[in-house]
């Protein structure tokens, strides 16, 4: 099982990147959140993504893509859990940044959509991925204010 890992001030630097994709798509992405996610392999970011408008594909699966071989090894900077289930049976973007070989994630807040709340950080750490949480927990939750209270 993977330990958590305390957050450092580069995790800062890059989860203020994601932050700031994630801010772009604000109220472009239906029912679900717009969530910025960075893949840094080797202290270089290798790939960024932020939700598509109207909610797919997530940040997660875009960076992954994007990113390919990189990811491997690599540390994912998300600003919101990523999904532990999907409402359509695809792949949840746990399941996707684990079978990608990511060797760390380091997440803003957590999810309080019943598809994630705890299970996307369960998968990862099941799955042997080491997680920082709650990098810029503040910042992340305002962005996520209005989003909230339609999943509780």
């Known amino acids: 099982m993977s330990e958590a ?3 450092t001030a580069e995790d800062e630097a890059l989860m203020r990147r994601a932050l700031e994709l994630a801010r772009t798509r604000l109220g472009l992405t239906g029912e679900n959140p717009a969530v910025g996610c960075l893949i840094v392999q080797g202290g270089q970011v290798v790939a960024e993504a932020v939700t598509a408008p109207g909610g797919r594909p997530h940040a997660e699966e875009q960076a992954l893509e994007a990113a ?3 990811a491997r090894g690599a540390t994912a900077y998300v ?3 990523p999904c ?3 409402s359509s049976g695809a792949a949840s973007c746990s399941e996707r940044l ?3 070989g990511i060797a760390r ?3 803003g807040c957590e999810d309080a ?3 994630a709340s705890g299970l996307g950080t369960q998968r990862l750490k099941d ?3 080491a997680i920082t949480l709650d990098v810029l927990r503040t910042e992340a939750s305002a962005l996520y204010a209005g989003y909230r209270p339609r999943t509780r």
């Open 68 to 70: 390919g071989a990189s």
């Open 84 to 86: 532990g289930a999907r």
């Open 79 to 81: 600003t919101l859990e």
């Open 5 to 7: 890992h305390r957050q």
């Open 127 to 129: 799955a042997g991925v």
């Open 98 to 100: 684990a079978a990608a």
């Open 105 to 107: 994630v380091v997440i």
């Open 113 to 115: 959509s019943i598809l």
